[in-house]
């Protein structure tokens, strides 16, 4: 079975702050995807990236970057100044491999909330 | 490109009754998929369809059904209604579906958010 696991349920930092959202997961398949996404107060899910389990390069994306790191099973997100707008919940998923029939699974998300 | 669309956005039920919501994904995207929200248990894998074949299906009873059409609309049923079923319903839909492609990203719609009296 996969799992993901987002321990911090809340994180509150001032503006320009930089915060780290932590994601750690389990599966057994040698093949497989991270993703994260943001959900804004209306609801939508809004893709944010896609790594898989053969890429370990670290990804920046403008105030944005991402640390795979396999050794630890962990896909950890930065944001860096972090702005009023980056307010949302987060949340980390892992699409399995054949194994688990590609299968997605969400951790349970963080709820940022940036305080100007 | 229109997005995904769900209707309907907000609908209230009483329990015993059943429900009926509706996802038309982004023109070309043959993959969609269903999620349940809920403060208690987060996002919750429903069930997967792939040119109107189910793929997946996640841990929730019969109650729960779902279907999807030759044009990739798909719908979602849930009979019986609980209180515990009231919940935010996303539909998200996938350009690469086929086994074996790389996952495309995922684009949900806003979601059709259940209340049940």
């Known amino acids: 079975a996969q799992k993901v696991t987002q321990a911090q349920t809340e994180i509150s930092v001032v503006e320009k702050e930089d915060v780290t959202l932590d994601c750690v997961y389990e599966?057994?398949?040698?093949?497989?995807?991270l993703f994260w996404y943001k959900q804004p107060p209306s609801g939508e899910l809004v893709f944010l990236i896609r790594?898989?389990?053969?890429?370990?390069q670290n990804e920046i994306s403008g105030r944005y970057s991402w640390n795979f790191q396999k050794s630890t099973s962990s896909f950890n997100f930065t944001i860096t100044a972090s702005q009023v707008v980056d307010s949302a919940v987060y949340f980390c998923?892992?699409?399995?491999?054949?194994?688990?029939?590609?299968?997605?699974?969400f951790g349970k998300g963080t709820l940022l909330t940036v305080n100007p | 490109k229109a997005g995904v669309t769900q209707t309907p956005r907000y609908l209230i039920k009483t329990r015993g009754q059943q429900v009926t919501l509706s996802c038309s994904p982004i023109?070309?995207?043959?993959?969609v998929s269903w999620y349940q929200q809920t403060p208690g248990q987060g996002l919750q894998f429903l069930f997967e369809?792939?040119?109107?074949?189910?793929?997946n299906k996640g841990n929730f009873p019969g109650r729960f059904s779902g279907r999807q059409f030759s044009n990739s609309r798909s719908e979602m049923n849930v009979s019986t209604l609980e209180l515990g079923d009231s919940a935010l319903y996303l539909c998200?839909?996938?350009?690469?579906?086929?086994?074996?492609?790389?996952?495309?990203?995922?684009?949900f719609g806003e979601g059709s958010r259940l209340t049940v009296l």
């Open positions: 998923a892992l699409r399995g491999g054949r194994g688990s029939n590609y299968k997605l699974t």
């Open positions: 790594r898989n389990s053969f890429d370990e």
């Open positions: 599966t057994r398949d040698t093949t497989y995807y």
């Open positions: 998200a839909s996938s350009q690469l579906g086929g086994q074996g492609d790389t996952p495309g990203e995922l684009f």
């Open positions: 369809y792939f040119s109107e074949t189910q793929r």
């Open positions: 023109s070309g995207h043959r993959s």
